[in-house]
Structure formats: C-alpha cells, structure tokens
C-alpha cells in the first residue's frame, strides 16, 4: 500500500500542550544547575571561610542573581507539573487526584515557607 | 444560514506526492457536527473526498480527525464552534496517510492483538464469575476505550518513535490486567517490560487530554512502570520456573 508519512519535524512547536511539556523538561536543566550551584557552596565552606566569602561574592554578581530568578521560576513550574503527574505515577490509592496534587503542592510551599523563615529570623 | 470554510488534507496516492489542501465553503446549521459537514462535501461538493465514519454518535471510533490541530471526534464536535472559521481538518497525526483523511491503522491492530485483549483463564465451573463494585472500579474506565487513535496522535513519543507500543494499547493491556477474571498477567508483562513497552512513555500525558471517553492511558502506562519495576526485582527473590 502506498501511504504517506508526515514529518515530525518541529513537532513541540505545534500545539501549545508540547510546549508546556518541553519547559517542563527544560527546567531539570535549572534545577540540575541550581543543585550544583548549592553543592559547589558546600564544598567551598569545607575549604574554608576565606572560600566562602569568595563563593558569597560571586551569589551577588547580576548574572547570578539573573540564573536564581530565572531558576527560581522554573523550579517553581518544574515543581507543579511534578505534583500535576503525581497521581498518575503513584500506585492506586484511596485518595482523590486533586488531594495528592494540593498535597503536594501545599507541602513544598510550606516547607519553602519554613526554610525562609529559619535562614531569614 | 452561515457558512464556513473547511480546508481539508488530501492525498491520493496515484496522483499527489505529498498532501496538499484543500478548501471547500459549507453552509451549516447549529446542530451540524464537523462529521456532518464532510458529509455536505462529499454529497454536495466533491465525492472524492476520503473519510472514515460510521455511528455517528462517539461510540465507534471512526471518524479521528485532527481539528485545527487537535485530536478530535468529528462526530463530536460543532462547526459552529468553529465559526467564523477556517476550521483546517487533517488526518490523525503520527499515521501513514492512505488517502486525505483516512489513516493505515494496521500498526495499532497489531500492538492490540500483541496485549492479547481478551480475559485469559478457565471460566468459572459454574455459573458466572463474580465480582464486587470494587474489582470492577479497577478497571472500568479503562474498559471504555473505543480504539479511536486520537492518543497516538496525541502522543508524541509514538510519534518520534512508531515502536512505542502506544497509550491505548498498553491502557487495554492494563484493563485485562487489572480485571479480576484474568490470569494472563505473566503473558502480559513481557510487553510491559520490553524496550518499546511503558518505558517509552515520558508522560507527556495529552493522551488523556484527548480521550473522549474519559480513559486516562497515562495513569494506565505509568501504573504500569511501577508493576514493571516490581516484576524486575521480584525474579531476584523468586525466580520463575524455566527463568
């Protein structure tokens, strides 16, 4: 039979929902980033305090503070459409889907609360 | 009365290269569905217009068409919801064309019958089987799938990669699978776990999005990836005769 394959060239850029999902996937890259950004904090307090203060310094520079909004959005998003899927990914239970996602969601809001109240009180 | 126009993909293999549009004007009423309205063209317009339909009532599954750009029912949909219109209508995506709106479904017939669709087991000695309202919320959303295709079309992954077992088979996979009656699940899970089973999903998740029997194929291939998980370190523990 003699049929016609359609190309699947551009393929995310065609409907909105694709969109949506390639920034969800695009934002792991900013949450990886975010991680290693914290990790090198870490490891420069071990070398010392002369090392943190250097890494401190370099939080304040406009790029970074450019990244940390930027990722700031986007582990925000990433961390909605984490809790969006979640029913769909855990194995069945007695709760309603919009539980788990209110759950979920109110969770993280409460611990962020509780981590900017501790680093900032 | 008002009109719209539609601008359909054609493609006739002895005569076309690649699909082209076309656009044809179509007075309708408010209670025309889109079905109706390819209907207008072939009886009015232009009889070699190519589609597929039959109940015309969202049971069969036939008449999947891409609706400006989304998986759709034409039976199920309104032109006037369309108006003023162009309403653009295209063959579901991710298929071979054969001719304008009809797509070559024989990839998906053969992923169906890979699932073995059908309650695997020795029937009851006597009587029916029974079963509680509970056994049966298991799997009954997944039972109401009618073989559409508007989830592959949805589904990009099957899109990028046809081997990919696809959303509505591994959803009637799991609705055997999840059936009480049934005893094939072993058989079953050989699809599960192979390369183009449920770890070729991402969770794009507008399958479920596009379902228009309320199906969720995403829960029914991610639920999937955690039995598949589960049947992964359980042979460790217990491995299988003949493994």
Same mark, same amino acid.
Not at chain 1, 7 to 24: D, I, T, V
Not at chain 2, 108 to 115: A, P
């Given at each position: 039979?003699?049929?016609y394959?359609?190309?699947?060239a551009?393929?995310w850029?065609?409907?909105?929902?694709?969109r949506?999902y390639m &920034?969800?996937?695009?934002?792991?890259?900013f949450?990886?980033?975010?991680a290693l950004v914290l990790?090198?904090?870490l490891?420069r307090l071990?070398q010392?305090?002369?090392?943190?203060?250097a890494w401190?310094?370099?939080?304040?520079?406009p790029?970074s503070?450019?990244f940390h909004?930027v990722?700031?959005v986007?582990?925000g998003?990433?961390?909605?459409?984490?809790f969006?899927?979640m029913?769909?990914?855990?194995?069945?239970?007695s &709760?309603?889907?919009?539980a788990v996602v209110?759950?979920?969601i109110?969770a993280v809001?409460?611990?962020?609360?509780?981590?900017?109240w501790?680093?900032?009180? | 009365?008002?009109?719209?126009?539609?601008?359909c993909?054609?493609?006739?293999?002895?005569?076309d290269?690649?699909p082209?549009l076309?656009s044809?004007d %179509?007075p309708? +009423?408010d209670?025309?569905?889109?079905?109706?309205?390819?209907q207008?063209i072939k009886?009015?317009?232009?009889g070699?217009? +190519?589609?597929?339909?039959s109940?015309?009532?969202?049971i069969?599954?036939?008449?999947g068409?891409?609706l400006?750009?989304?998986?759709?029912?034409g039976?199920e949909h309104?032109?006037?919801?369309y108006?003023?219109?162009p309403?653009?209508v295209?063959?579901?995506?991710h298929?071979?064309? %054969?001719?304008?709106l009809a797509?070559d =479904?024989s990839?998906?017939?053969?992923?169906l019958e890979?699932?073995k669709?059908?309650?695997?087991g020795?029937p009851? /000695?006597k009587g029916t089987?029974l =079963?509680?309202?509970?056994?049966?919320?298991?799997y009954?959303q997944?039972?109401q799938c009618?073989?559409c295709?508007?989830?592959? /079309?949805?589904c990009a992954?099957?899109?990028?990669?046809d081997?990919?077992t696809?959303? /509505? /088979?591994?959803a009637?996979?799991?609705r055997?699978n999840?059936?009480s009656r049934?005893?094939?699940?072993?058989?079953?899970?050989?699809v599960?776990?192979?390369?183009?089973?449920?770890w070729?999903? +991402?969770?794009v998740g507008?399958c479920?999005?596009v379902?228009?029997?309320g199906?969720?194929?995403?829960r029914a %291939?991610? =639920?999937n990836?955690?039995?598949? +998980?589960k049947d992964?370190f359980l042979?460790f523990?217990a491995?299988?005769?003949?493994?």
């Amino acid at each position: 039979m003699n049929t016609y394959k359609r190309s699947m060239a551009g393929w995310w850029q065609r409907n909105p929902f694709y969109r949506w999902y390639m &920034l969800r996937e695009l934002s792991c890259v900013f949450v990886t980033a975010y991680a290693l950004v914290l990790l090198l904090g870490l490891y420069r307090l071990v070398q010392g305090p002369e090392a943190f203060a250097a890494w401190q310094a370099a939080l304040a520079m406009p790029g970074s503070l450019v990244f940390h909004l930027v990722a700031l959005v986007l582990v925000g998003y990433h961390s909605w459409t984490w809790f969006k899927i979640m029913p769909k990914t855990l194995p069945r239970i007695s &709760l309603p889907d919009w539980a788990v996602v209110t759950g979920g969601i109110g969770a993280v809001i409460a611990v962020s609360a509780a981590l900017l109240w501790t680093a900032l009180g | 009365m008002r009109s719209i126009a539609i601008e359909c993909l054609r493609y006739h293999p002895e005569t076309d290269r690649a699909p082209r549009l076309q656009s044809y004007d %179509v007075p309708f +009423t408010d209670d025309m569905s889109v079905l109706q309205g390819l209907q207008y063209i072939k009886d009015q317009l232009d009889g070699s217009l +190519t589609f597929r339909w039959s109940c015309r009532m969202a049971i069969c599954g036939s008449c999947g068409l891409m609706l400006n750009g989304k998986p759709s029912l034409g039976c199920e949909h309104f032109l006037r919801d369309y108006y003023p219109g162009p309403l653009r209508v295209e063959p579901l995506n991710h298929f071979p064309i %054969v001719r304008d709106l009809a797509i070559d =479904q024989s990839d998906f017939l053969r992923k169906l019958e890979s699932v073995k669709p059908w309650l695997i087991g020795e029937p009851p /000695a006597k009587g029916t089987h029974l =079963q509680t309202p509970r056994q049966l919320d298991e799997y009954y959303q997944y039972s109401q799938c009618i073989n559409c295709l508007l989830c592959y /079309a949805a589904c990009a992954q099957y899109g990028l990669n046809d081997k990919f077992t696809g959303p /509505a /088979a591994l959803a009637l996979l799991h609705r055997y699978n999840a059936d009480s009656r049934d005893h094939g699940k072993q058989e079953r899970m050989q699809v599960v776990n192979a390369e183009d089973g449920v770890w070729g999903c +991402t969770l794009v998740g507008y399958c479920s999005e596009v379902c228009p029997k309320g199906v969720d194929p995403a829960r029914a %291939v991610n =639920q999937n990836k955690i039995e598949s +998980t589960k049947d992964y370190f359980l042979r460790f523990l217990a491995p299988r005769k003949g493994a």
